[in-house]
């Protein structure tokens, strides 16, 4: 983003240099063809009228320019962040999770790079009675804080997104069953350990989590289904918790 910013700032500049210097070239060619009649004095008069004129205009306009091209510019990245991101809390919204899991899962595509993903889905417990106890803006609170919470814990280069309300989606390259329950395991108890402030309240928050593992050979939404299902399981045996499909290989 910076690199794009500072090469259109870079542009703008050049630009506005090139105009200046079109300005001043047809300016000096115009007054220098009206004013050859006049005597030497009042030529060169006119020719440094010429060249002050453009350097007084020129610069003042072409800066506005530059400043409504750089707003527009703003604006246009803006627009393609809130296309691919969940305003409230930075992360990945479901159709940008969905494209960037369809992208990883056509890299395994490679047999000499194929191995599984891991895929935790995680839904805050009770979330419902946040927001009929203390409101819609707790209950923001506290999606933003264990959307925090999730990416603090997440390994580099795992794709993590918020799929809406209060659900929350991890997916990872396969690397162990030891690493994906230690993973799961942490989200729980660190989410339990760290209540949610606002406005002076702590609110106690729990997250269930549903695990899957996916082949190369599948869809994103089937595994997303796969998922779902564990959470099912994982809320249906006393929530705060995970569940992972059982004959897992270690």
Not at 176 to 194: D, F, G, I, K
């Amino acid at each position: 983003m910076h690199m794009h910013r500072n090469r259109m700032i870079l542009t703008l500049v050049v630009r506005g240099a090139f105009i200046l210097l079109v300005a001043i070239t047809a300016s000096v060619a115009i007054v220098s063809w009206i004013s050859a009649d006049l005597p030497p004095h009042g030529y060169r008069r006119s020719i440094h009228a010429a060249v002050l004129i453009p350097l007084l205009i020129s610069p003042p306009i072409s800066f506005w320019v530059g400043m409504m091209n750089y707003r527009y510019y703003k604006l246009h990245c803006k627009v393609e962040w809130l296309a691919e991101h969940d305003e409230m809390t930075g992360l990945l919204n479901r159709r940008a999770f969905q494209l960037a899991a369809s992208r990883l899962l056509d890299q395994q595509s490679d047999i000499s790079l194929a191995r599984p993903v891991i895929l935790l889905l995680a839904d805050i417990d009770h979330f419902k009675k946040v927001n009929d106890s203390l409101g819609h803006d707790a209950g923001d609170e506290a999606i933003k804080h264990v959307a925090q919470i999730l990416t603090e814990l997440s390994p580099d280069g795992v794709i993590i997104a918020r799929l809406g309300g209060e659900e929350f989606a991890i997916l990872a390259n396969w690397t162990s069953l030891a690493e994906t329950r230690s993973l799961a395991e942490s989200a729980c108890r660190s989410v339990e350990r760290l209540p949610c402030g606002y406005h002076g309240t702590l609110i106690p928050l729990t997250v269930s989590i549903g695990v899957a593992i996916g082949s190369r050979a599948e869809s994103i939404g089937q595994i997303l289904r796969r998922a779902d299902e564990q959470l099912y399981i994982a809320k249906r045996g006393g929530r705060n918790a995970y569940s992972i499909p059982s004959g897992i290989a270690a």
